[in-house]
């Protein structure tokens, strides 16, 4: 390494890649998983018996994506999204695979229901966007349009324009959903959905 003014080598840090999948949070938690689990189905086969998963590998193909080492997500304050991280955390205390969760709330913020709470919220996805570029060294940045509002999926997405993204991923839910996925439970996201009831889930490339 290069030498110090004393003539010793200095340390040089060395920093590996990693694929961060940076996801909101709104009223359900669940599309935190049924994204993950379309980016990484060899460690969350949530979808092995949807009709489409061969169709689901092409695009994972056609657009090289890889599997998130990270979910990181960005969410209010309050009973609703407080509800959603503690079964977030079960989930994951389920999954043997499970990636690492970062998850920040903005302070002061509930139901997006003023103009400085959507403004609070708009800050925190640009500043954790850019946090990802920062902290993947090279590695994939995904970004899932998915939960939240949609001044959230907004915001995020033009956090994408302006730092860049590997891909935006939204999921589609058929109206009405099953009863088994309008409240879900830790343990229906932890292992692969019955075939009538991923027919009701379509994970996607924006």
């Known amino acids: 390494g290069p030498a110090s003014a004393g003539g010793l080598p200095c340390a040089t840090t060395i920093h590996m890649a990693k694929n961060i999948l940076l996801c909101t ?10 994204v993950y689990a379309f980016l990484a189905p060899e460690r969350l086969p949530l979808y092995r018996q949807h009709p489409q998963r061969h169709d689901f590998e092409h695009v994972r193909e056609q657009h090289q994506m890889q599997t998130p080492d990270e979910v990181w997500v960005c ?3 309050g009973a ?3 509800q959603g991280i503690r079964a977030l955390w079960a989930w994951r205390e389920l999954v043997p695979q499970a990636p690492t969760i970062r998850i920040w709330e903005a302070e002061g913020t509930d139901q997006l229901a003023t103009q400085h709470e959507c403004a609070h919220v708009q800050e925190l996805l640009l500043r954790s966007c850019l946090l990802a570029h920062e902290q993947a060294h ?3 940045v995904a970004l899932s349009l ?5 001044t959230m999926s907004a915001d995020l997405q033009w956090a994408g324009h302006l730092f860049g993204c590997h891909a935006l991923i939204h999921v589609v839910g058929r109206d009405p959903l099953p009863e088994l996925l309008r409240n879900p439970a830790a343990e229906t996201l932890a292992q692969p959905l019955p075939a009538d009831v991923c027919l009701s889930v379509m994970p996607l490339i924006a």
């Open 80 to 82: 609703q999204t407080r």
């Open 138 to 140: 090279g590695g994939q």
């Open 75 to 77: 969410t209010t304050q």
């Open 25 to 34: 949070l709104g009223g359900s938690w669940a599309v935190v998983p049924e």
């Open 146 to 150: 998915a939960g939240g509002r949609k």
